[in-house]
């Protein structure tokens, strides 16, 4: 069943309406009076609708029943990811968000190929944030995670150390598992922080440890940094019970 | 360091050449007499050589030094998908074989839009097991997965049944976990199978229990067919320790 993605304020009674980009992708899927579609409000609620009148501007909906969206993993798990070249930062966004990442957070680092100045790294935001939104909704989440730019390596690994359980993967790391990091323990709030194509430089892996993150290893096969973050968070979900 | 594969044959005592396209990319990476570079037989040897002497049709090592490659992972994941759009497959081959699949199988599906006739089938095999080999030398490991094209979804449940665990990851399975699926023991060998954009038909999912491949959910978000087979693959791998 398609699903939309409004503010929570768009929600009046039991009666809804779609306009903007969601009329525009409801035309697109040619929705029609009596077909079902399933709208959240991005903050764990999902209303089951009935269209009831739809024009190319809008659609209006009935609300048939309201529940709590069941698609949001017990842990919320932080991705931070370098920078890194074309599309390849645009792929783990949607991926990430697909597997039930709480939210993605972008970052430069020494070894990064590509620089952000403000104006573009606001750009990029917005662009990065509607990957999400579209990744969301597609996959059926419930809520929309969101999309940082942080604007420093510091930034981002103090950031990432507020996590109960703050991940560091690093390949020239050979003696802390990812398995022994997640250990038994379940936390609730996990972030996870990998580098750009070149890898981490030995400072950021020293200001990472320092910082109190947990530099482990992803095995003994060197990932793309388009792999590593996924990898991981797979792992992560699965250790928590989130892909149950 | 840089990684080629040669084949066993091409390791003669103490000494080694690098020809065809090894040497092209020995050329690529501009490589002069003294560097080291790893030559992998992609039986599990990789030998570390030094370069000898160089020409853009050859390179020629010596071998300083053999060892097992410890980057294979101790289970042996076979991933099945089904054909899936342009670039998504390519994707699968590329992401599996990094993360340390021992193989992976394309096969027809019911509701797959990909089509191949035996001969576009031999040459997309071709093209796809050059993706796994260069995908293999980048991330280290010991060897090549093979890339199989199966001729059809009856082939591919038969086959993958033959392991020990047989995962037919589906989206309207609610009740066994991949946690559950997986369980304590240890399997020597699994096999992963997911469906194509439009996901299996129920005849498919019937055929495949009836073949003894356990059907689990992934957790309540909709993954995309290329997604859903790398996040089942993360997440064996990492219960069987091929991540530490």
Not at 20 to 46: F, I, M, P, T, Y
Not at 90 to 97: G, L, M, N, R, Y
Not at 121 to 136: D, G, L, M, P, Y
Not at 222 to 244: K, N, Q, W, Y
Request: neutral net charge.
């Amino acid at each position: 069943m398609p699903k939309f993605f409004v503010s929570p304020d768009a929600v009046r009674g039991s009666f809804l309406t779609l306009d903007g980009e969601n009329a525009a992708h409801a035309k697109v899927l040619r929705l029609r009076r009596g077909d079902s579609v399933v709208v959240c409000d991005g903050c764990g609620n999902d209303y089951r609708c009935t269209v009831s009148d739809s024009s190319p501007q809008q659609v209006c909906l009935v609300v048939n029943s309201t529940e709590p969206s069941g698609a949001e993993p017990p842990v919320a798990c932080s991705v931070y990811m370098a920078y890194a070249k074309a599309d390849k930062l645009e792929h783990v966004i949607q991926k990430a968000t697909e597997l039930g990442a709480y939210e993605i957070a972008a970052f430069p680092s020494s070894r990064c190929v590509l620089r952000l100045d403000a104006a573009s790294a606001a750009k990029k935001r917005e662009r990065w944030q509607k990957i999400a939104a579209s990744a969301a909704a597609q996959s059926g989440r419930g809520r929309i995670p969101q999309v940082l730019v942080m604007p420093s390596f510091e930034d981002a690994v103090q950031r990432a150390a507020g996590c109960e359980l703050a991940l560091f993967p690093y390949e020239n790391e050979h003696a802390l598992s990812l398995r022994r990091a997640i250990g038994s323990a379940q936390a609730k709030t996990v972030s996870i922080m990998t580098g750009p194509e070149g890898g981490f430089s030995d400072e950021e892996v020293e200001l990472a440890q320092r910082a109190g993150l947990q530099v482990c290893t992803l095995g003994p096969r060197i990932l793309r940094c388009e792999t590593a973050p996924l990898c991981a968070l797979s792992a992560v979900l699965f250790a928590a019970g989130a892909l149950d």
